[in-house]
């Protein structure tokens, strides 16, 4: 088991770039969430997949943003046309369906400037 | 998902048990009660979480009132690594975590 892993762990863009983060969830687990953390604050739920199927969306993912989880494995976060408020922490997180606690990544640091 | 409130901040000195309280008084009978912690440019770690009856980890306790109207997460001994942000939250369901300012703890040495 070697936990959740995000790439990249830092990410500087220009904005108005795209940018596309990957998730690599711990390999058992069906659910994988995605959050977005700015400083000082705790993490925000962004959205989350049961397998491959999206099942909700929070309304903080503007049209701009697209996950997905082709194969109920990996995932990814895309971000269209950044904007500086998009700069933030965004946190991945796994579980297994029926389990309480959710397995954190350690983030990707976005910074647009 | 029910609103929790927890201090800000609290201190405690290393090797002495620490008590961080949470107030989840519009709690329903279903929602469970999570901790997690967030030590500096990490993501979140799962603590513990309980419904009714206090609960024991290797890493922490979790105590719960009679009424579930407020928990206490229990640090038997704080070292220099509990150094994080503890955010207490309850859910209905096992899905995506509500989470709020959370306490910031400082251990003193």
């Known amino acids: 088991d070697t936990g959740v892993s995000q790439n990249p762990r830092h990410k500087i863009t220009k904005r108005g770039q795209n940018v596309t983060f990957r998730c690599d969830p711990i390999?058992?687990?069906?659910?994988l969430y995605w959050y977005r953390q700015t400083l000082g604050q705790g993490p925000e739920f962004l959205t989350y997949?049961?397998?491959?199927?999206?099942?909700?969306k929070s309304r903080l993912l503007s049209d701009r943003f697209s996950a997905e989880r082709p194969k109920g494995s990996f995932s990814t976060l895309e971000i269209q046309r950044t904007e500086q408020g998009d700069s933030a922490m965004y946190l991945c997180?796994?579980?297994?369906?029926?389990?309480?606690?959710?397995?954190f990544g350690p983030g990707t640091r976005l910074t647009v400037t | 998902d029910a609103k929790t409130t927890q201090p800000n901040s609290m201190e405690s000195n290393e090797e002495e048990p620490v008590h961080l309280p949470c107030n989840h008084s519009?709690?329903?009978?279903?929602?469970?009660i999570h901790w997690y912690r967030q030590l500096p440019s990490q993501g979140p770690e799962y603590v513990i979480h309980?419904?009714?009856s206090n609960v024991n980890n290797r890493m922490a306790s979790l105590a719960i009132a009679e009424d579930r109207k407020s928990s206490t997460l229990i640090l038997h001994r704080a070292t220099l690594r509990d150094a994080a942000v503890y955010y207490c939250?309850?859910?209905?369901?096992?899905?995506?975590?509500?989470f709020g300012p959370g306490t910031s703890l400082s251990v003193i040495p």
């Open positions: 519009t709690i329903s009978g279903t929602d469970y």
């Open positions: 939250i309850t859910k209905t369901s096992y899905d995506k975590v509500i």
């Open positions: 997949f049961q397998n491959e199927a999206q099942l909700e």
């Open positions: 997180a796994s579980s297994l369906q029926g389990a309480g606690e959710q397995y």
């Open positions: 309980g419904l009714t």
């Open positions: 390999s058992e687990h069906n659910r």
